[in-house]
């Protein structure tokens, strides 16, 4: 299958932007329709890439925009919505693949990459993220044909350069007094890097065996979410102390940061965090990936901001 051209749906965003420099030097051009266009102007250094302000909620636009590209990678998700009732999950999950599948279908594309999560469950899920990304799987499973060749990821957490994972927990440390209560302390994650979910979507796009498959990606090792976060208060060079919440305490958490209109945690992200996020049936192995571990690539951004703050503190002191 040729793939020139591929238009990537939510390509403005942490994913996005490292899958964009990863296709660029394959040749591929690159559509990235965004809804803020300033907001996504990082991209527009990226060799090759087409940044387009558009409504991709709009089944006519979204036609007109995969009018001529061989394949769809659809990144689109949200960990909260405005509001609580589940239907902003649902129009950013649900309702936009069964857009981006009538779309493909439409303007004649041949193939269809999609962004799931680990824990995407619509009959079991917890939250409504779990349920609504399981629901946008069962379309996109069913959508699969000879006409339009779907291939599905599940990563659990990403891992990279501005994640919002290790930053954010990085922030949050930061700022928290010496004890840092930690919500759902001893749910478990196999941390995946964001270069080998880039991998698995670039080496998948061409590679037929993918075709209708659907690949969990996982990093090399579990971790429980305190032990994740006590490696990065290490990292940051703060001396916190990493208090496991009560499940009762981070229900109340959930439910306080909640009612902050930037929502920083949600019943949803605590409903979310009951189940494991892990798999015992990697993909990266199977596409020939050999995963990174958390310890080779995080220093170099959290480690290498506590470096440069003890440099320009030790540059003031020597009034430099
Ligand atoms: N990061 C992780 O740890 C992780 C783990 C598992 C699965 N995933 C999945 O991987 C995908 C990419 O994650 P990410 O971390 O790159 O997310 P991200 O940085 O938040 O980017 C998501 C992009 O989706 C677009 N978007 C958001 N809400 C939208 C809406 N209602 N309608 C249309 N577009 C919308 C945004 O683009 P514009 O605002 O420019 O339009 C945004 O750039 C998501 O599907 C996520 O669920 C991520």
Redesign the pocket.
Known sequence: MRIERVCI??G?????RHLANRLQPEGIRIRVP???RE??RHLLIVPGVELIEAD??DTQRLTELFQDVDAVIN????LNESGSDGSGFR??HVE?TEKALAACRQAGVKRYLH?S??GADAHRGPSFYQKT?GEAEELARAAHSDDLAVTIFR????FGHE???FNRFAGLLKVAPGIFPLPTPWARFAPVYVGDVCEAFVLSLRDRDTFGQTYDLCGPKEYNLKELVDYTARLAGLKRIVWPAPDWLSRLQAKLLGLWPTKPYSRDNYLSATVDNVSSDNGLPKLGIHPTAVEAVVPAYIGARHIRGLYNQFRKTARR
């Open positions: 749906l939510g403005s965003g942490f994913v996005g965004t809804q803020r907001r996504a991709i909620h990144l689109v998700g949200i129009r950013a936009l962004m999560a680990l990304k990563p659990s957490v990403i994640d919002s994972f």
